[in-house]
């Protein structure tokens, strides 16, 4: 099976630096997503790693270690309009590249 | 911009009736999906497609099933509501190949069986 574990609720204040962590396990491992979603609203993609390392896009950074499972999301000079919840999801290939999904992390951002 | 579209937004319906959940895409996508998620709860996939005439049953079980006729259309369908079926229902698709396989998701219908 697989198991995504992520903080259920972070606070931060704005222009502040905050850092999502994520741990997984999985088997047809293919990747991991970052998705952003707003209370009511659908996901949208912010980050994807499939090698280990640091990829920075803008204000946001996602990191993967596959040896560890791990990976983080990185969100600096954080802006009232970054609260919302953040999705880790896994990649797995079983024959059709699906996605898992945590539970998210809501993230409050407070002046 | 994604353009991947669902309708209706919002639904409150008695238990027992029938129901179609609409969901369409203009990027010419093959693979298609459709997630559940309760409030505070992962998304969990019930369906998915890879092309015209393809559905599968997703990880989460559901009582809904899936038609795939067209490309670009995607609907579910609940035979009979229950309020165990109140939930959020999200759409998705991707580019069929590669192991890159960002998902543009839908805006979501909001279900409320009373």
């Known amino acids: 099976g697989q198991n995504i574990d992520q903080p259920t609720e972070m606070t931060a204040t704005e222009g502040a630096i905050v850092q999502i962590n994520c741990t997984y396990q999985?088997?047809?491992?293919?990747?991991l997503f970052w998705y952003q979603q707003h209370a009511g609203e659908a996901p949208t993609f912010l980050s994807y790693?499939?090698?280990?390392g640091l990829e920075e896009k803008g204000r946001f950074s996602s990191f993967l270690s596959r040896s560890k499972g791990y990976s983080y999301l990185l969100l600096k000079e954080l802006q009232m309009k970054d609260s919302a919840s953040y999705l880790c999801?896994?990649?797995?290939?079983?024959?059709?590249?699906?996605?898992?999904f945590g539970t998210g992390t809501r993230l409050l951002v407070s002046p | 911009e994604a353009d991947i579209y669902q309708t209706p937004r919002y639904l409150v319906i008695g238990t027992g009736k029938k129901i179609t959940l609409e969901c369409s895409q203009t990027?010419?996508?093959?693979?298609m999906y459709w997630y559940q998620q309760d409030p505070g709860m992962e998304l969990h996939l019930i369906h998915y497609?890879?092309?015209?005439?393809?559905?599968e049953k997703g990880d989460l079980s559901s009582e809904s099933t899936v038609s795939r006729i067209r490309t670009e259309h995607f609907p579910l369908t609940l035979e009979s509501a229950r309020p165990s079926h109140t939930s959020q229902y999200l759409c998705?698709?991707?580019?069929?190949?590669?192991?890159?396989?960002?998902?543009?998701f839908g805006p979501g219908t909001r279900l409320t069986v009373l």
């Open positions: 998705a698709s991707s580019e069929r190949g590669g192991p890159y396989n960002e998902q543009f």
């Open positions: 999985t088997s047809g491992f293919n990747g």
């Open positions: 790693n499939v090698l280990d």
């Open positions: 999801a896994v990649g797995r290939n079983t024959g059709f590249q699906k996605l898992v």
């Open positions: 990027m010419g996508h093959d693979k």
């Open positions: 497609s890879y092309g015209v005439n393809s559905t």
